[in-house]
């Protein structure tokens, strides 16, 4: 224990076979203001070390970056519309060349050896861990600006582990010790990527009976944007849905799917009965103003955050879960846009407490039904939720030139989504189920290649647990069938190791039917040269290319 004037700390450290395990805890005599938390860690870098970056939220582009790298900033462009999305405004991130942070986990790829630093505690704040690789110095922060204090407060539960990547994150999930998962793998259709807010009952309901007239059959059937009016009105309904939702999610489960449901609990938009009437439910930042959570052509323009900690939110919310879960009859809602309940926390409280207390809030709301979240801090979402998207969007091409050149890592892109996918798999079936979201076939509506829609295949199906399509399958050709009809049916995959090979390359080292294989992934615009017995082969871009390893 440490003595001031007006605090006391007490720091306990614990040893682990691969590390050690730091609570940090603070213990006011008055009531403070903590402005700053930090500790500081010598860290030699090298110049062929990989250092792994967890972005803010599920969308954030989360990938390998070298000591001589950074993180691209937002650009003014882009900047007034989405800079809530993600940690852009956050004043003491460091950026610039060989600044690189990352939140709740980071590790330093060395050889084979594996330099681990997580946060076992993100209830009573976010962890960010940021790496000077220029100073040598790696800093450990907690996520605040002005925190009231007037008891004592569980600051930091970090562990620091080295050793082997896979007996590194074994170790750290043994101390975050997480529920075990009751929710299975899943298999299914979802209508965003596809008809986006186009939809309507009878569209469903041409999808539903394409799916259910296949042999091969999916585990859920899940409706996204578009059948409410306008985003907070949940329970209203478009004229393209005559009947209701509970006649569509009758229909589904009448051929042995789940139904599933799309909602963004924490904003509303300006077309909205919320935004109209109840102005007291949306939150509100330090200076009285609406806090925006960002900006959609296809909402009318800005969208807004409501105040978790309103009563009356929480009682709307209450009646909304229940009656689509025991009026309309879902069993699975993906909720989105979660990042907006923390946006402007209260004085006493940080950002991760809001987080976590809004994610338990939800948990409890939807008792046995699963959650799907999206949109959402990663760490918040640690056993809170059944499955996560651990990605940003899938897009209908390979990249958003612009929206790269603009510095938005939560961009719609399948190269960002599959950087994110490939790099945050360790969490699959531990922190959740990973979503590493759909994968596209189909050849209307769609600027992906075969090629690269074969390569996004084969990254979703080895590191997710959730395999999803928007395909219309009517349409599909033997050939369409056939690839389909083999990634449903495969057995059991065990992924033994991802490794980043630089310049966008990736293998993935797994077992498949006891037999042992390597996955290259080429999602660089040169082409891959890889040697196999011998023999050089080249992957031409965007392809991919398994061998028996």
């Known amino acids: 224990m440490t003595f001031y004037d007006t605090l006391y700390t007490d720091v306990n450290s614990e040893d682990l076979p691969l590390g050690q395990r730091v609570r940090l805890t603070i213990h006011p005599k008055e009531d403070i203001v903590l402005k700053n938390l930090q500790i ?8 062929s070390d990989q250092i792994f970056c967890n972005g803010y939220q599920s969308w954030t582009e989360s990938k390998m970056y070298l000591p001589s790298e950074q993180i691209p900033d937002l650009k003014w462009p882009a900047r007034n519309k989405w800079k809530q999305q993600g940690d852009y405004e956050r004043s003491r991130i460091k950026r610039g060349t060989g600044q690189l942070h990352s939140w709740t986990y ?13 946060s076992l505690n993100e209830h009573t704040g976010f962890t960010i861990f940021q790496h000077d690789c220029q100073s040598g110095k790696l800093s450990i922060q907690l996520d605040l600006e002005t925190l009231k204090l007037s008891h004592s407060y569980p600051a930091f539960d970090l562990v620091i582990l080295e050793g082997k990547e896979e007996a590194v994150f074994k170790a750290y999930f043994e101390q975050l ?3 075990e998962l009751k929710a299975p793998p899943l298999t299914g259709w979802t209508s965003w990527y596809h008809y986006y807010q186009d939809i309507n009952e009878d569209l469903l309901d041409k999808n539903l009976q394409a799916l259910a007239a296949q042999e091969t059959k999916v585990d859920l059937f899940q409706i996204d944007d578009g059948y409410q009016p306008a985003v907070g009105d949940w329970l209203k309904t478009t004229a393209g849905f005559p009947n209701g939702m509970s006649s569509i999610a009758r229909k589904i489960n009448s051929h042995g799917m789940k139904a599933g449901l799309w909602l963004a609990p924490f904003i509303c938009d300006s077309r909205s009965d919320i935004f109209k009437n109840k102005p007291g439910w949306i939150l509100k930042d330090a200076a009285g103003q609406m806090v925006k959570a960002g900006y959609s052509k296809g909402w009318g323009g800005w969208y807004y955050a409501l105040d978790f900690y309103e009563k009356e939110v929480q009682d709307y919310l209450t009646g909304v879960f229940f009656h689509i879960f025991n009026k309309w009859g879902y069993q699975l809602v993906k909720l989105d846009f979660l990042y907006a309940a923390c946006l402007a926390p209260p004085s006493n409280k940080t950002s991760g407490q809001v987080m976590c207390e809004a994610m338990n809030f939800l948990r409890r709301l939807a008792g046995d039904k699963w959650i799907l979240a999206c949109g959402v801090p990663l760490g918040a979402a640690f056993g809170r939720v059944d499955y996560c998207r651990i990605g940003g969007d899938v897009r209908m091409s390979w990249e958003d030139k ?17 950087h994110s996918t490939l790099n945050r798999w360790q969490l699959n079936g531990h922190a959740f189920h990973n979503d590493p979201d759909v994968f596209v076939l189909r050849e209307t509506k769609n600027k992906l290649t075969h090629t690269e829609q074969i390569t996004l295949l084969l990254a979703n199906r080895l590191l997710g647990n959730i395999l999803m399509t928007s395909d219309f399958v009517g349409d599909y050709s033997p050939e369409q069938w056939c690839e389909f009809t083999e990634i449903f049916q495969s057995p059991y995959i065990r992924v033994n190791q991802v490794v980043f090979l630089g310049s966008e390359q990736y293998s993935i080292q797994f077992v498949h039917q006891k037999v042992k294989w390597i996955a290259y992934l080429n999602l660089s615009n040169k082409p891959m040269i890889v040697t196999h017995q011998s023999h050089q082969i080249t992957i031409v871009k965007h392809n991919n290319l398994i061998l028996k390893n």
């Open 177 to 179: 010790d997480l529920p």
């Open 402 to 418: 612009w929206l790269r050149w603009s510095g938005l890592r939560e961009r719609t892109s399948t190269l960002a989504s599959l």
């Open 106 to 118: 980071t590790f330093i790829k060395r050889a084979k050896q594996v330099f681990f630093c997580g």
């Open 40 to 47: 500081d860690l010598a860290q030699n870098y090298g110049a």
